[in-house]
């Protein structure tokens, strides 16, 4: 009679790496919230005790798993901008990037990151941390314009916080359903290319 084949146990680095991988798996499809000690262990398929075992401070794991999946997107959209030459068409590029829907499960991740950041130090260190790498490409997509004399700008830097700020707003608005998709990208859209001196159909892609 055929039997089932042992399970093989999993070194300590193959367990703390899917344990990884499964947190990032329950946060991109349950939230920030999900991201704890029992629901981890239920994706995974273990007792808990495993899961504290490796991970003793959920807040850590939070926090880590927050900082990983948000880099990855700065990391993919930096890498989108980089491809083009042109400067407007950078700029076009990322706002696209920042309000395409697709994106949107890792927008639902900021604004838990905002709300549970304020008790938890790990998270608010990650979301300081990856906005400003946000920050630090939009003002140099907005520099490398001005410089080249086709975008109009006194502070590089402010319209970048300009466009986070309208970013995050109009993620805000898309978690109660408030406005329609296209006003919230339109309203982005029309207020970067207004603060660098742009009619805003040059920055649709």
Partial sequence: MPTTPPRR??????????????????????????????????????????????????????????????????????????????????????VTAVTDPARDDVAVLWADAWSLGRTNAVLAAAARDV??????????????GVGAGVLHAEDPAAVGRLLFALVDATNGYALVDHLDRSTRDDLVRSTIARAVGLDAATLRR
């Fill in 131 to 144: 906005m400003d790498d946000w920050q630090r490409l939009a003002t140099a997509v907005v520099e490398a």
């Fill in 9 to 94: 146990r999993l070194s300590p680095a193959e367990r703390e790496s899917q344990i990884t991988e499964t947190a990032a798996a329950v946060a991109r499809t349950d939230g920030l919230t999900a991201v704890t000690l029992r629901g981890v262990a239920a994706a995974v398929g273990v007792a808990p005790s495993l899961v504290a075992h490796y991970r003793p401070v959920m807040e850590d794991l939070v926090g880590e798993t927050f900082r990983s999946i948000a880099s990855a997107e700065v990391a993919e959209v930096a890498g989108l901008v980089a491809r083009e030459a042109d400067p407007v068409a950078r700029l076009a590029v990322l």
